[in-house]
């Protein structure tokens, strides 16, 4: 079975990683092209695509899918299939190349949360479960025949990263499974129930404004859901403060956003219904640290107001 892959973020190593290990002859790895980060604005390539690089697999960085140079690269390799994860939506001129079509891993249970979120809401909403579905990509996104699925818990202390890394380790094992099936002609998909759809939209530069007002349990899940990328925000003294950990504690409410309890050792911020300790932040211009870190730098009255 001939496959090309297709991905970008860190999520879709792992499956990567078994495609290469197992009997599945990887032909290519398909990711975006590099893109100047940080602030020397070094062009960097993508995780998936710097994992290719350093594992010597054939790397393609088309700029457009719709390129017909890009398209006959691909017809040239005769791929078998497509393997998708957490990459983009595919153009039925690539989905109809290879023999057996395209097949993606989406971290939700389909079709509940289609979208290109779907980690992210689960944890913004407080899920307790999610799951991985593998389908049949069409050109409708997210709404192709389930081959597989699995349900699985989302743990306290999730936030996207590790329940990302979580779902697609254990999706690696599906994914093979599913493929020797589609091999063998023993999978039937089965179609999605759309009265049962809920969407997972793009998280979009307004949603990492912390809204003090909102419950603490909902900012909690909203940093869960956002962290490491792209992060929930607040202010002080006018710069921006990036909240990567935060922890529910019990106590009266002030203000929203007020400055409830601050020590050498916690900050404590009063929310619209609740309050929010404060463990892991970054200072616009610093680097990520412990709020104890933080605190033996900055000074932080009792009763200011964060935002």
Same mark, same amino acid.
């Given at each position: 079975?001939?496959?090309?892959?297709?991905?970008?973020?860190?999520?879709?190593?792992?499956?990567?990683?078994?495609?290469?290990?197992?009997?599945?002859?990887?032909?290519?790895?398909?990711?975006?092209?590099?893109?100047?980060?940080?602030?020397?604005?070094?062009?960097?390539?993508? $995780?998936?695509?710097?994992?290719?690089?350093?594992?010597?697999?054939?790397?393609?960085?088309?700029?457009?899918?719709?390129?017909?140079?890009?398209?006959?690269?691909?017809?040239?390799?005769?791929?078998?299939?497509?393997?998708?994860?957490?990459?983009?939506?595919?153009?039925?001129?690539?989905?109809?190349?290879?023999?057996?079509?395209?097949?993606?891993?989406?971290?939700?249970?389909? $079709?509940?949360?289609?979208?290109?979120? $779907?980690?992210?809401?689960?944890?913004?909403?407080?899920?307790?479960?999610?799951?991985?579905?593998?389908?049949?990509?069409?050109?409708?996104?997210?709404?192709?025949?389930?081959?597989? %699925?699995?349900?699985?818990?989302?743990?306290? %202390?999730?936030?996207? =990263?590790?329940?990302?890394?979580?779902?697609?380790?254990?999706?690696?094992?599906?994914?093979?499974?599913?493929?020797?099936?589609?091999?063998?002609?023993?999978?039937?998909?089965?179609?999605?129930?759309? =009265?049962?759809?809920?969407?997972? *939209?793009?998280?979009?530069?307004?949603?990492?404004?912390?809204?003090?007002?909102? *419950?603490?349990?909902?900012?909690? %899940?909203?940093?869960?859901?956002?962290?490491? =990328?792209?992060?929930? =925000?607040?202010?002080?003294?006018?710069?921006?403060?990036?909240?990567?950990?935060?922890?529910?504690?019990?106590?009266?409410?002030?203000?929203?956003?007020?400055?409830?309890?601050?020590?050498?050792?916690?900050?404590?911020?009063?929310?619209?219904?609740?309050?929010?300790?404060?463990?892991?932040?970054?200072?616009?211009?610093?680097?990520?640290?412990?709020?104890?870190?933080?605190? %033996?730098?900055?000074?932080?009255?009792?009763?200011?107001?964060?935002?």
């Amino acid at each position: 079975m001939r496959i090309i892959f297709m991905g970008n973020p860190q999520f879709s190593i792992p499956i990567l990683e078994k495609l290469i290990s197992s009997d599945i002859e990887v032909v290519a790895v398909v990711s975006n092209p590099p893109k100047r980060i940080g602030r020397g604005k070094k062009m960097m390539p993508t $995780p998936v695509g710097k994992y290719a690089q350093e594992n010597n697999l054939v790397l393609i960085q088309p700029l457009s899918l719709k390129s017909e140079v890009f398209q006959d690269k691909l017809k040239k390799m005769s791929p078998d299939l497509l393997v998708v994860v957490a990459y983009k939506i595919l153009p039925n001129a690539i989905i109809s190349i290879p023999k057996y079509g395209a097949i993606n891993l989406h971290t939700s249970l389909l $079709p509940k949360y289609r979208g290109a979120a $779907p980690l992210q809401w689960a944890l913004m909403n407080g899920d307790k479960f999610t799951g991985i579905t593998i389908f049949r990509i069409t050109t409708s996104v997210d709404t192709g025949d389930i081959l597989m %699925n699995k349900k699985f818990p989302i743990y306290q %202390n999730d936030n996207m =990263f590790t329940l990302g890394m979580r779902l697609c380790e254990n999706g690696a094992i599906l994914i093979l499974e599913v493929i020797r099936k589609i091999k063998n002609q023993d999978i039937i998909g089965k179609p999605q129930n759309n =009265f049962l759809v809920t969407s997972a *939209p793009k998280i979009t530069k307004e949603m990492t404004i912390i809204d003090w007002s909102w *419950p603490s349990i909902k900012i909690y %899940n909203w940093i869960r859901g956002l962290t490491p =990328f792209p992060g929930m =925000f607040t202010k002080h003294n006018k710069q921006r403060l990036r909240i990567y950990k935060a922890s529910l504690v019990m106590g009266n409410t002030k203000k929203n956003g007020e400055v409830a309890v601050v020590d050498s050792n916690q900050l404590i911020i009063s929310t619209g219904n609740g309050l929010l300790s404060l463990l892991e932040v970054q200072l616009e211009g610093k680097k990520k640290m412990s709020i104890k870190d933080f605190l %033996n730098g900055v000074s932080i009255i009792k009763g200011s107001i964060l935002g």
